[in-house]
T-cell receptor, first 110, second 113 residues
């Protein structure tokens, strides 16, 4: 069964303390791995798409990487405004479904 | 402004009373989908549509119906709502397929008593 698992469920960081969020996936024939940011009361907002193992994408303090089994979202020197829930999703298999993980709730405090 | 618009944003209703949540996008996207978001379970896909008159089940389709008569609209229909359908619902669209970035609406919080 296709599945996406994120860890940790929650992460508290001090401002400037770098860390990584993990997304493990078991999706046959991966067509795309996505990262989204979700703020309270809002819909998810697109961050990155990764299509093949070894690919990396960067945006400000965020960097996403992809291997054949997992993806990481690295956060370098986070700021309080980076506090949000980060969602990972995968597309693959013989359908056009999109499967989401349960998210990592990140809190960055001053 | 490119956007996905859902209505209503909030709804409290009773068991068995049919309701429709509308979703409209102004980006000429082919792919549209509905999700529900529940604590501890994350976002789960209900139905998706790859084009007009083409719809497919996601992972949790039971108790829901959809239709895609026009490209821009993708309503979610609950013909006989039950309390276990109380949830936060999101509509999303992308240019062609699920392997492209999804644009999400701001959500509909649905409470069924």
């Amino acid at each position: 069964e296709d599945q996406v698992t994120q860890s940790p469920e929650a992460l508290r960081l001090q401002e400037g303390e770098s860390s990584s969020l993990n997304c493990s996936y078991t999706v046959s024939g991966l067509r795309g791995l996505f990262w989204y940011r979700q703020d309270p009361g809002k819909g998810p907002e697109f961050l990155f798409t990764l299509y093949s193992a070894g690919e990396e994408k960067e945006k400000e303090r965020l960097k996403a990487t992809l291997t054949k089994k997992e993806s990481f979202l690295h956060i370098t020197a986070p700021k309080p405004e980076d506090s949000a829930t980060y969602l990972c999703a995968a597309s693959g298999g013989n359908t056009d479904k999109l499967i989401f993980g349960t998210g990592t709730r990140l809190q960055v405090f001053p | 402004e490119a956007q996905v618009t859902q209505n209503p944003r909030y709804l409290i209703t009773v068991t068995g009373k049919k309701l429709t949540v509308t979703c409209s996008q102004n980006m000429n996207h082919e792919y549209m989908s509905w999700y529900r978001q529940d604590p501890g379970l994350g976002l789960r896909q209900i139905y998706y549509s790859m084009n007009v008159e083409v719809t497919d089940k996601g992972d949790v389709p039971e108790g829901y119906k959809v239709s895609r008569k026009e490209k821009r609209n993708f309503p979610l229909i609950l013909e006989s709502p039950s309390p276990n359908q109380t949830s936060l619902y999101f509509c999303a669209s992308s240019l062609l397929h699920s392997n492209q970035p999804q644009h999400f609406g701001d959500g509909t919080r649905l409470s069924i008593l």
